[in-house]
């Protein structure tokens, strides 16, 4: 989680657990949230703004009520956890419009939406507060995509997701599908549920040069199969593993993108910039030759 225990935060304040405690009871101030285990977990932005408050005016009620008047910061993705521990969507719109002002939308996306969510994900064990969280980043991320420009690369990018439902994984893939279309990319997510004759028949359409491979929820045997599939149809598509989706034995040739959408977004558009200008110089030298007279 991506808040701080009580003893970090007792040291950062310069004082004892037990003092911090006392303040949250007679003050409601700072306020901690719980993890799942039921212990104290303070937004780091609150501790801060609390430190340079104490070190102002020396005197705890003043500090505190400096620190609330100042506000808790900048939108973060404690804060937004904290939106989604209290089932407030409200508060999780103002958040993430705060943000906006001050971050792109990949960066909110990546820094504050997928934080806020990663911090109620439990080892696999849905809570109300992760899926609260996750359904609202999905709703979020999907009215984005519909505002994103018309895609004008000529080459797109498959995503096979091989996520289950709920998975913070599924988010990521979200995540790396939107930053994708706001660059301009043509992208395709299917499930890999899908048979390998069936996906076939989409991939003209969408003329992949790369395949992105997510979530962890599919066999390497069957992978392979539709790996198989894309390649009989678009022989140049690159095969990138997302977040560990396929076992890194040392002699695979899958490419690796790493864990956050927006450096595998980076990653993929250096790739397909490198084939659109090969293709480019390929058609010019294809070109007869104009002699002078």
């Known amino acids: 989680m991506n808040g701080i225990r009580t003893n970090a935060a007792a040291v950062m304040l310069g004082v004892s657990p037990n003092t911090l405690r006392s303040w949250e009871r007679r003050y409601g101030f700072p306020r901690p949230r719980r993890s799942p285990g039921g212990h ?31 506000g808790e910061g900048p939108s973060s993705g404690s804060r937004l956890a904290s939106a989604f ?26 820094e504050v939406l997928l934080e806020g969510v990663a911090s109620h994900a439990n080892d696999g064990a849905a809570t ?15 009215a984005l995509r519909r505002l994103a420009p018309p895609a004008h690369r000529p080459a797109g990018v498959l995503v096979l997701d091989a996520c289950s439902p709920l998975e913070l994984d599924a988010l990521y893939a979200q995540a790396l599908e939107l930053m994708l279309r706001r660059a301009g990319v043509r ?17 003209p359409a969408l003329d992949p040069r790369a395949v992105v491979l997510a979530g962890r929820g599919i066999s390497l045997d069957a992978l392979g199969r539709l ?7 678009v022989q140049e598509a690159t095969i990138y593993d997302y ?4 076992p890194d034995t040392g002699a695979s040739t899958v490419r690796r993108l790493g864990p956050t959408p927006l450096a595998a977004r980076e990653l993929l558009l250096g790739r397909l910039d490198d084939i659109a200008a090969r293709r480019k110089a390929t058609t010019i030298a294809s070109l007869p030759a104009v002699h002078a007279r």
Request: glycine share 4%; with cysteine; aromatic share 8%.
């Open 243 to 246: 977040r560990g989706a396929v």
């Open 128 to 142: 109300p507060e992760y899926e609260f969280g996750w359904r609202y980043a999905t709703g979020w991320m999907a």
């Open 85 to 110: 521990a209290a089932f407030d969507e409200d508060k999780a719109n103002c958040l993430l419009e705060e943000s906006l002002a001050l971050r792109s939308v990949e960066r909110t996306v990546e």
């Open 227 to 233: 790996v198989y599939s894309v390649r009989s149809v």
């Open 40 to 70: 104290r977990q303070y937004a780091l932005s609150e501790i801060e703004s609390l430190r340079a408050t104490l070190a102002e005016t020396h005197n705890v009620s003043s500090a505190i009520a400096l620190a609330r008047q100042r």
């Open 187 to 203: 992208t395709l997510s299917l499930s890999t549920a899908i048979s390998p004759t069936r996906l076939a028949r989409a991939l």
